[in-house]
């Protein structure tokens, strides 16, 4: 697409239009100009073109996932039932892709079945046991389940792996801070926020443990 070769947004959407006009129902357009929507948080035009794309190929799994992503975006129980509808469709028509099955335990996640999103974490370790991402996940549901021995285990395989991750350190430091370790948890958030400048959970987190240290 033009965006992709680096002309910026209205070039692209410029081209998806032209093309549209010429094939409006070509499903790989729709779904390139919902994801370039998502990524300028046009929520709403990125939903239609990706629901439109689905609706044409819906053997496609990579546009169910994207659909679910844009879904996911939404803190409406009726979006994110409809985002794990997508979720698994992505899992059935492509089973060994290890991002299919993060996004549906995000689904799940989110609609409160963290035993079912984290068997859907497991199988997507096992596909691709080298992915730091799928640790942090896996190590987010466990704090979030009390289990913090465990979800340290985890997030130590992810710091290993991606030791430039910032979002590894934020969740190392969040187990940390679950456990009443401040010392540490002050010293992994505070990498966190060098890694991702500017993230507002980092920040918060660390002003709490801050707080709780002033204290001590």
């Not at 199988?123 to 799928?134: C, F, G, K, Q, Y």
Request: charged content about 25%.
């Amino acid at each position: 697409s033009a965006n992709e070769s680096g002309f910026g947004y209205k070039p692209a959407f410029d081209a998806y239009q032209a093309g549209l006009e010429i094939d409006p129902d070509n499903a790989v357009i729709l779904f390139r100009r919902a994801w370039n929507y998502h990524l300028i948080n046009e929520r709403q035009l990125a939903v239609r073109d990706a629901e439109r794309a689905v609706q044409l190929a819906p053997d496609k799994a990579h546009y169910h996932d994207l659909l679910t992503l844009i879904l996911l975006g939404s803190g409406d129980p009726d979006v994110i039932a409809r985002a794990k509808d997508h979720a698994e469709a992505a899992v059935r028509l492509k089973p060994n892709d290890a991002l299919s099955h993060i996004r549906l335990a995000t689904t799940l996640k989110k609609t409160g079945d963290l035993e079912s999103a984290m068997e859907q974490i497991q199988v997507a370790i096992r596909l691709d046991p080298s992915e730091p991402n799928t640790h942090v996940h896996l190590a987010r549901i466990l704090r979030e389940t009390n289990r913090c021995e465990e979800a340290l285990t985890a997030i130590e395989k992810a710091v290993e792996m991606g030791p430039y991750d910032g979002f590894a350190f934020l969740e190392r430091g969040m187990i940390h801070q679950a456990n009443g370790e401040l010392d540490p948890a002050a010293k992994d958030l505070t990498r966190a926020i060098e890694l991702a400048p500017g993230n507002s959970v980092c920040l918060k987190r660390r002003a709490e443990v801050y707080a709780k240290l002033g204290e001590t």
